[in-house]
């Protein structure tokens, strides 16, 4: 009678133990699909294969699952697989849920969209939030930068000299509002403002380059191939 | 009536005689013509260029591109061969050096310089000048093959389609030929060159009587 009711108790255990062993694997699984998309997605963009990882971070946030965290990484999938617009969703989603983005937090998602070729976002992203944005010399610079190479000249041009009345001379300003002047294709004004910064600075070796660049954009041959030869040190 | 229609077929194809020999590019193969204006692009901005610091070669590149583009293909090839000095390994350079030897007049040294580099690092430009000179050099199998390739990857590029036309015609492979002309004329029914170019082949492929069709219709009713 001991022997078959401690023989019942153990078996009693041994299910429990079997139950506990199937709620741990199982009812977690079941319990936190959410999470378990996302460890599956993140393990597989950090090898390598965002567009592997894509449908498993859509699926963790279809059961729920909003962390910032997440809706970045799955931008970066998105991007990585080249859906720029389900990226972009990601981000808005992103920016929603923080209520006050950091500058740090908007130069990752900045720099994710440019690093994938798309400067116009990047820059309407840092627009969003410019008193933030230029108040800080590198992010404004940096606005500039995306203003530019999306073709927004005006923007860009506004954008420097706002820095270079916050920021009086900033070398890189100056630079990039003579080089953009040249993007623009107002040579004239671009070489008068490269000519400057030579002027008070004779060694600037980017100035000199930016200078026989300008020359050869607006067709002057001859002095830009002179201006080269200056930088490169081949003048006779 | 037989008399006179025989005697217009015989006219037409006494035309396309005169074409074979009047056409020098049609009756045998040429070397490709240095161009008096290179291919290269007029220097432009580019966004982005001065971003952080500029090696000393990008910047002698952009000045050996300058020279090219004046027409100063010599000094040209002086600060290309400068710039590989710092990238020997950079394919891409020496492919365009290779192109500013080419309207240099250096033909050979064009084709040397293309042919010892690895096919994959020939872009679409290089990769056709370096099956042009092959041809020119009567190294038509090697010349067909890049064609062919190109072709491949771009079966609607009618140029690259004629060249391989006009290559095998000199090859005397007529029926290859001919199939790839059938192809250039049916895309492009109202182009008169073209269409007496194929004339000519069919002539050459003893088609006499075809050519003479084709012929007529490159002349006004």
């Known amino acids: ?236 | 009536m037989t008399i006179r229609l025989a005697l217009a077929g015989k006219a037409a194809l006494a035309a396309v005689l005169f074409l074979a020999v009047s056409i020098p590019a049609l009756s045998q193969p040429k070397s490709p013509a240095p161009q008096g204006n290179p291919t290269l692009p007029a220097p432009a901005p580019t966004p982005g260029a001065l971003a952080g610091e500029i090696p000393d070669w990008q910047a002698r590149l952009e000045l050996a591109r300058l020279l090219s583009y004046t027409g100063k293909f010599e000094e040209s090839a002086v600060e290309y061969e400068k710039v590989l000095a710092a990238r020997p390994d950079d394919p891409a350079v020496s492919a365009e050096l290779a192109r500013v030897l080419f309207w240099g007049g250096k033909r050979e040294a064009a084709m040397a310089r293309l042919a010892a580099l690895p096919k994959e690092a020939l872009d679409a430009e290089s990769g056709l000048l370096l099956a042009d000179l092959l041809a020119a050099d009567g190294q038509y199998d090697k010349a067909g093959v890049i064609y062919r390739e190109r072709l491949a990857k771009a079966p609607n590029d009618l140029k690259v389609r004629l060249k391989l036309a006009e290559l095998l015609s000199w090859k005397k492979d007529y029926p290859a030929s001919l199939a790839e002309y059938e192809r250039i004329v049916s895309a492009r029914p109202d182009d008169i060159q073209v269409r007496r170019k194929y004339a000519l082949v069919l002539s050459w492929a003893g088609r006499n009587e075809d050519a003479i069709v084709q012929l007529k219709k490159t002349f006004p009713d």
């Not at chain 1, 078959?4 to 079941?30: C, D, H, M």
């Not at chain 1, 990484?73 to 983005?101: H, I, V």
């Not at chain 1, 073709?151 to 954008?159: C, H, I, L, S, Y």
């Open chain 1, 1 to 236: 009678m001991n022997l078959t009711g401690k023989s019942s108790q153990t078996g009693i255990y041994i299910g429990l133990i079997v139950l506990l062993g199937a709620v741990a694997t199982f009812g977690y699984r079941e319990l936190n699909q959410r999470l378990v998309f996302f460890r599956q997605a993140r393990i597989l963009y950090d090898a390598g294969q965002p567009e592997a990882a894509l449908p498993l971070f859509e699926k963790s946030f279809a059961q729920g699952l909003s962390s910032p965290t997440a809706l970045m990484l799955a931008a970066g999938a998105a991007l990585a697989s080249g859906k720029k617009e389900l990226a972009a969703a990601f981000l808005d989603a992103f920016l929603l849920r923080t209520t006050r983005p950091t500058l740090d937090q908007l130069n990752e998602i900045a720099g994710l969209y440019d690093g994938y070729g798309m400067p116009e976002a990047a820059a309407a992203l840092y627009s969003r939030y410019a008193p933030r944005v230029m108040a800080d010399q590198a992010a404004a610079l940096r606005l500039a930068d995306f203003q530019r190479r999306a073709g927004e000249f005006e923007q860009a041009r506004r954008t420097y000299a706002a820095i270079l009345t916050a920021w009086p001379g900033q070398p890189e300003a100056r630079l990039g509002l003579a080089e953009t002047e040249g993007w623009a294709g107002a040579y004239p004004r671009a070489l008068e403002l490269a000519g400057e910064i030579l002027r008070a600075n004779p060694g600037d070796r980017r100035a000199r380059l930016l200078y026989a660049r300008l020359l050869s954009w607006s067709g002057r041959f001859g002095e830009a191939i002179q201006e080269y030869r200056n930088y490169l040190g081949d003048a006779s």
